[in-house]
């Protein structure tokens, strides 16, 4: 068994695909219409494109925006993604305008940072030492 699809759920497919694609760097992979303007919509790391995609999910279902809300009042991030030095990904992030909610914080065997991804999910970036 492995993962070959994990979800982040987004209030707007487009505002989603321009910010993980033009923003984060990751790379579209599947955009097959569903029909009422939903897309199957998943995009994948540039470095693994045959690695574990990344489906970005309409919000639609009733619980998903109070859960994600949720989340996000308490600060707790919805999913997170590797680096290999949370520093230069926070310098590089935040010169392209990413609210972050948590700078560069050292945790021992890893450093983390949190950021907003316009889609109303707070997303951790983790480097492990």
Known sequence: ?????????????A???????EVLGFVKKH???MGGGARWLT???????????????????????????????????YTQFAVDDVRAEFARL???GVRFTQ??????????AVFDDSCGNLIQ???TH
Do not use: N
């Not at 068994?1 to 497919?13: A, E, N, Y």
């Not at 505002?15 to 694609?21: C, I, K």
């Open 15 to 21: 505002v989603a695909e321009r910010f993980y694609t």
């Open 94 to 96: 935040s010169g392209l």
């Open 103 to 112: 700078e560069p914080a050292d945790m021992g065997a890893f450093t983390t």
């Open 43 to 77: 995009v994948v790391s540039p470095d693994h494109p045959d690695g574990t995609e990344l489906l970005l999910e309409p919000d639609a279902h009733p619980a998903a925006k109070p859960w994600k809300e949720a989340l996000a009042g308490d600060g707790i991030p």
């Open 125 to 127: 970036i983790i480097q």
């Open 1 to 13: 068994m492995r993962i070959t699809i994990t979800s982040v759920l987004v209030h707007d497919q």
């Open 31 to 33: 955009d097959v219409p």
